[in-house]
């Protein structure tokens, strides 16, 4: 049975059911993180990574302050320049499309500026080792031509190894927790909203204007409603109904009234059984929403 919506009862009945949210939310993380981490641990889709140390000499402006403005995005840029994409392709005869070295190319300068760290990534170790090497015989003649550095020396090659981005499976998990929170949201908000169920006896008294009781009767005409419509038979005169609360049986109970209805049978009065005193007391604000958290039934 469908009320006139009510904010109010829809946020306690959001908030009662706070555990769904995080049961999701946490299996939303599992899901989206722990596939992510094996695939870069244990059980394949590895990368691998070789990586060239080489030391630089800046030189000086004008003014006779040395360059000291060259980061790591600077070093990519010249890295990932069409110059040196023409370098590896007619100096290191590689065969790979600029926009694959593009995306296989790295550099990175730590603490000391003067150190740049260049690395090749890819998911075939041939093919690192291959770009590596070809990086190693052309990477200073890139950098003789770029004014700001005087000279630089390669100090260092690492052979290909396998290579785990760790910094992203916190990442991955914290998505994964974000699509869960939302999907968990989305779906308790379409439930609730879909909701027929009886939760506060005074909304269906004032959307049907059937008295309620706070007795359950007993003798003459009742009718339970629990789960099904319950058969009605030949029933006339005065009919008390007996409402199982919370049940998202309010199809059932139009279809009771409407049956009743027809067979010209008066509706004295309704209670329910099976009502959340939790709820009801946070509704009309007798309790704190806090309660709601301490108890799903």
Known sequence: MQNDFDNK???????????????????GALLFGIPYTLSK??????????????????GEDSSGKIYDYINF???????????????????????????ELKGYLDANVEADERVVFFAV????????????GA???????????????????????????????????????????????????????????????V???????????????????????VIKIEDDVPAIGDISGDVALSIKAGNRNGRAIERVLDELKKKNANVTSVSFTGLDEKIIKAYYGKTTLSSLFMHVK
């Open 9 to 27: 009862l829809f946020t306690i009945l959001f908030l009662k059911r706070w555990k769904t949210i995080v049961l999701v939310t946490l299996i």
């Open 41 to 58: 641990t244990v059980i394949g889709n590895f990368d691998y990574r070789s990586e060239l140390t080489v030391h630089v000499k800046y």
């Open 73 to 99: 995005y600077t070093w990519k840029q010249w890295i990932t320049s069409d110059k040196y994409m023409d370098i590896l392709h007619n100096d290191a005869g590689l065969s790979e499309s600029s926009e």
């Open 121 to 132: 990534t890819t998911h075939d170790p041939e093919l690192t080792g291959k770009i590596a």
């Open 135 to 197: 990086v190693n015989s052309t990477i200073l003649k890139l950098i003789g031509e770029i004014p700001e550095i005087e000279s630089a020396e390669i100090i260092d090659q690492s052979a290909p190894v396998k290579y785990f981005v760790y910094k992203n499976i916190p990442q991955v998990f914290v998505l994964g927790a974000i699509a869960g929170l939302f999907v968990s949201c989305l779906g308790l908000w379409i439930w609730i909203l879909l909701d027929d169920s």
């Open 199 to 221: 939760y506060i006896p005074a909304l269906f008294e004032r959307a049907t204007g059937i008295p309620v009781s706070d007795e359950v009767p007993a003798g003459g005409n």
